[in-house]
């Protein structure tokens, strides 16, 4: 289980910006909600990657709770994803942390994601980790031969398809660095395995549950959103 966020910016943060977004995560990943809510937050791990213009600035992973992370931001960028975690499948270790890395079509692409699907880890090879999260980034640049908000719908389907009752939810963020796909696809306790939107004129925030006193949009659940930045932030949404 996860706390997680990313932002899409037409123009670069600051640095002290960047740092205050992974302030609001952190402080959620303390003291916000878990699925069985044990008080216990989500302490099992962090990590985030960021960009500038499409290309990367950092890659960053560690087994520390997000809170206690040894890394302050000091660069402008534009895109950021970043996840806390409270594990469910896999330990707690370097390879089971989010967000997870692989390579399609000359692109390396990074998930971030909240729930389980029951067994994916088992269909998949070449795991360097051990958990679900990191077999569907798998599945997905292994069916996907050029990532879109239609192919990503057709393997969100298929994996559905194949696991149904095994799902407990699918939501994810991902994204190569100029775009980012949000899916939200909860079985059970949506209102969990959530994610919500926040838009300003050019950014907009997406996140597991509000960061801040902010207008923040729920999405509807089985629903796939890609945003990207074309002068200004866009977004377009389809079912899954």
């Not at 796939?224 to 002068?231: P, S």
Request: charged share 25%.
């Amino acid at each position: 289980m996860c706390r997680m966020a990313a932002f899409l910016s037409a123009e670069p943060l600051r640095g002290y910006e960047v740092e205050d977004f992974l302030d609001a995560l952190a402080n959620v990943a303390s003291r916000g909600r878990t699925v069985e809510d044990t008080g216990m937050g989500h302490p099992h791990g962090w990590g985030a990657v960021a960009f500038r213009e499409g290309r990367i600035l950092l890659y960053v992973r560690e087994t520390l709770p997000m809170w206690r992370r040894g890394f302050y931001a000091r660069f402008r960028a534009d895109l950021v994803l970043a996840h806390a975690r409270a594990a469910s499948i896999g330990d707690v270790s370097f390879d089971n942390t989010h967000p997870f890395a692989a390579a399609s079509s000359g692109k390396t692409w990074f998930l971030a994601h909240n729930g389980s699907i029951g067994g994916l880890e088992e269909e998949e090879k070449n795991l360097l980790g051990k958990t679900d999260s990191e077999a569907l980034l798998l599945r997905i640049t292994r069916l996907a031969n050029e990532i879109s908000l239609e192919s990503l719908t057709d393997v969100f389907k298929n994996v559905r398809s194949e696991f149904q009752r095994r799902i407990l939810s699918m939501t994810l963020l991902l994204t190569s660095g100029k775009k980012i796909y949000a899916l939200k696809g909860a079985t059970e306790r949506p209102d969990y395995f959530n994610l919500y939107i926040e838009r300003e004129k050019d950014l907009v925030k997406i996140a597991s549950q509000p960061l801040d006193d902010g207008s923040w949009e729920e999405m509807q659940n089985w629903s796939l959103c890609l945003f990207e930045r074309e002068g200004k932030v866009t977004q377009r949404c389809v079912r899954v």
